[in-house]
């Protein structure tokens, strides 16, 4: 190596081709260059990663990895259900990935090798690639699949001409609320004042309670419009969503008109708008009022306390009762409902090759380990605000700025926010994506110099996400990880700045979530509701684990 003590990725993958004889262990899958995370923190030492399939204690010392190859030390994780799959079904792997939820999306490793071939993945002579020119020289149903999605046509988008995503200054009663503390029983009650109508975007809809409180308070003839995606299933659903969408057409009859979101990945849309996912979580209410989450309506982003699933996440929600705001949404739900309704699929062939895919990658799931850290019991009541004065800008993705098509309204506002924190910046995610140039990157960029003019910056991910792009982090782009701290099971999209401004959406820091995705948010100018967000936050944060040592 030209400097042991820096040795490069180019490096280390040198050494591990040296030393394959030593990395060929039962259940070892692939190996590659990477950063060693040692009792959940990134130590930053350069090491080699080796997946396996399953991490076991009592192997016996002839199947065991080296600690250390050289003065490399070996960091062995177990597969990702990806990871597991595509080491024995490539194919049906290609086929879950493709159709997947955005957030199950694994950063690439250019370097990364299959076991015990030794190949690079991407080697036309890789036991995987092998195997998916294979699959790909008959037909299969999971080459139909992939090419259906391929061949969808795509529909280019095109905003309401009439609803400028402009800040509104008005006088609005404002709830909030967070899960998985007061998420449903605040969604209920939001519900249950329902007269006349419910007009819906959604990204999942799969809790039963949930389900059927639809039926209840849209009894009588009131009226349903939904835009619903068709997602890859949720661990904690009691039903599918197309299950959803039947059983509402069936009780509610005439009253219901829903369509599937014109998402690329969807087998029951014939074209597509949004090449990821329709992420939205909004609901307006008799045209007066807007639910606008980070969570679906489903059991682990609202979970029901009383019989509570094995996953609840943390997410915020927020209702802003101005009949302004209801008509901008609206507007843009109308928009997306007459789009997806003049595009549904007359039939869905390939539905069953994507259930089949999915069902394989849901084989690979490990059983939760025992013991394993849950998120801490919070207690945060949903607060009510009379009507006051509050400043609120929508966010809305994909859409553009008017007067700059190339600019993301979401991402710019979203710097300005950023670049304009003066004391405190608390954000909480699902997840950040590693750096991928231009303006995403100019948004982790944001959040850096803010680190850098002594701006107190705290992030939180969910843990379930975080390894993968942490260390992703330390290979490309901006390196946040000094500031981002792990918790159990979250699945917010929220801001908080200088106690006084607060974000709730459904946007995810990735290139897909902050461009592509059909996704809602609204910034809320208003410390009352700022600092609701910053306490449950805070406690976020002191129940949390940094990812790097400090």
Do not use: C
């Amino acid at each position: 190596m030209a400097d042991a003590a820096h040795p490069t990725a180019a490096d280390i993958d040198a050494l591990i081709v040296q030393n394959l004889d030593e990395l060929r262990k039962p259940g070892v899958l692939t190996v590659r260059p990477g950063y060693e995370i040692a009792g959940q923190q990134l130590t930053g030492q350069p090491a080699i990663v080796a997946t396996v399939h399953t991490k076991r204690a009592d192997l016996p010392p002839s199947d065991l990895l080296p600690d250390h190859i050289g003065n490399i030390p070996v960091d062995v994780r177990e597969a990702s259900p990806h990871q597991r799959l595509r080491a024995h079904d490539p194919a049906a792997a290609l086929v879950a990935r493709t159709f997947a939820r955005p957030e199950s999306s694994e950063p690439t490793w250019p370097l990364e090798r299959e076991l015990p071939s030794g190949r690079l993945l991407e080697d036309p002579l890789s036991a995987t690639r092998q195997a998916l020119n294979r699959d790909a020289a008959v037909t299969s149903p999971t080459v139909s699949a992939l090419a259906a999605h391929s061949r969808k046509p795509h529909i280019q988008y095109e905003p309401p001409s009439d609803a400028p995503l402009d800040p509104i200054e008005t006088t609005a009663a404002i709830t909030v609320s967070v899960s998985p503390d007061a998420g449903l029983a605040t969604l209920t009650e939001f519900l249950e004042g329902t007269t006349e109508s419910l007009v819906i975007g959604m990204y999942d809809f799969t809790s039963g309670r949930i389900l059927k409180m639809f039926e209840t308070v849209l009894a009588g003839g009131k009226k349903l419009q939904m835009v619903l995606d068709n997602p890859a299933p949720n661990e904690t659903r009691d039903q599918l969503d197309k299950d959803t969408v039947e059983q509402l057409d069936e009780s509610l009859g005439n009253s219901a008109n829903i369509v599937w979101a014109l998402n690329r990945a969807d087998v029951f849309a014939a074209a597509w708008e949004f090449p990821f996912a329709y992420h939205i979580k909004v609901i307006v209410r008799d045209g007066t009022a807007v639910w606008l989450s980070s969570g679906n309506l489903n059991n682990s982003n609202e979970p029901d306390l009383a019989s509570p699933p094995t996953t609840e996440d943390r997410d915020w929600h927020i209702i802003v009762e101005d009949p302004g705001l209801a008509r901008l949404f609206t507007t843009y739900l109308n928009r997306d409902f007459e789009s997806a309704r003049r595009h549904q699929a007359a039939s869905a062939p390939d539905a069953q090759a994507v259930a089949d895919a999915q069902a394989k990658l849901a084989a690979e799931i490990q059983p939760t380990p025992a013991g394993l850290a849950r998120a801490p019991v919070s207690n945060f009541e949903k607060k009510t605000f009379p009507p006051m004065p509050v400043k609120i800008t929508p966010l809305l993705t994909p859409d553009k700025l008017p007067d700059d098509p190339d600019k993301g309204q979401y991402l710019n506002n979203i710097v300005q926010l950023i670049n304009g924190a003066e004391q405190k910046l608390f954000i909480e995610l699902q997840y950040i994506e590693a750096s991928r140039g231009g303006d995403y990157e100019a948004l982790l960029k944001a959040i850096a110099d803010r680190i850098d003019a002594g701006v107190d910056v705290r992030l939180i991910e969910s843990s379930r996400f975080t390894d993968q792009w942490i260390e992703k982090m330390k290979t490309q782009g901006v390196d946040l990880t000094a500031k981002i701290a792990r918790r159990p099971s979250v699945h917010n999209k929220g801001f908080v700045v200088d106690s006084k401004i607060a974000v709730v959406s459904s946007q995810n820091f990735s290139p897909a979530g902050v461009f592509d995705n059909r996704d809602a948010g609204v910034i809320i100018e208003n410390s009352e509701v700022a600092q609701y967000f910053e306490a449950a936050f805070l406690f976020d944060w002191e129940h949390s684990i940094p990812v790097v040592a400090r």
